[in-house]
């Protein structure tokens, strides 16, 4: 079925001078060969979690690795807890910061623009879905506290998404 519409699509763009190249997943394969699996990675920290899109997308390439992700929003972070049930992730419902404590967070409509700062009218300009809807107090926690006592190998992938 879906040939029936890109064959046309196709025809169109190449008349045009252009090709249509599947997208691959950034993550996987370079010239060298699978780069990730050469680091011998055993933990992923995921920090701004979000519902887990990067886990799903690390776990396709590195498989069952131990995964630590933070999400300070709670609905984000019961998605997050929800799309990562049958991986090997420990979910934990704070920010991470350089002192342990609370916060007010502006959360914004499309959850991603959510941020501990104001928005700028530029940014709800450019991007109305961005606009703040409500606010939540979250946990502060840090890193180094938190991870004390777990046994974490010294080969970490370190993820960061995080809105100040």
Same mark, same amino acid.
């Not at 249509?20 to 997208?23: A, D, R, W, Y």
């Not at 997308?57 to 590195?62: C, D, F, G």
């Given at each position: 079925m879906l040939k029936i519409f890109t064959r046309p699509v196709i025809k169109l763009l190449s008349s045009l001078g252009y090709d249509?190249?599947?997208?691959q997943n950034p993550f996987a394969t370079n010239k060298a060969?699978?780069?990730l699996e050469l680091l011998n990675i055993e933990t992923i920290l995921d920090v701004g979690a979000n519902e887990g899109q990067f886990i799903q997308?690390?776990?396709?390439?590195?498989?069952?690795?131990?995964?630590?992700a933070f999400e300070p929003i709670k609905a984000c972070y019961d998605k997050l807890v929800?799309?990562?049930?049958?991986?090997?992730?420990?979910?934990?419902?704070?920010?991470?910061? $350089?002192?342990?404590g609370s916060s007010e967070i502006n959360i914004s409509q499309n959850f991603v623009s959510s941020s501990l700062?104001?928005?700028? $009218?530029?940014?709800?300009?450019?991007?109305p879905d961005a606009k703040y809807i409500n606010k939540q107090i979250v946990e502060?926690?840090?890193?180094?506290?938190?991870?004390?006592?777990?046994?974490?190998s010294k080969n970490i992938?370190?993820?960061i998404c995080t809105h100040r």
């Open positions: 249509l190249i599947k997208k060969g699978n780069w997308l690390i776990n396709s390439v590195l498989p069952g690795k131990k995964i630590i929800a799309n990562t049930k049958t991986l090997n992730v420990t979910a934990i419902n704070c920010g991470l910061s $350089d002192i342990n700062l104001q928005i700028e $009218d530029l940014t709800k300009d450019l991007y502060l926690k840090r890193l180094d506290d938190v991870v004390a006592g777990m046994q974490l992938l370190l993820k």
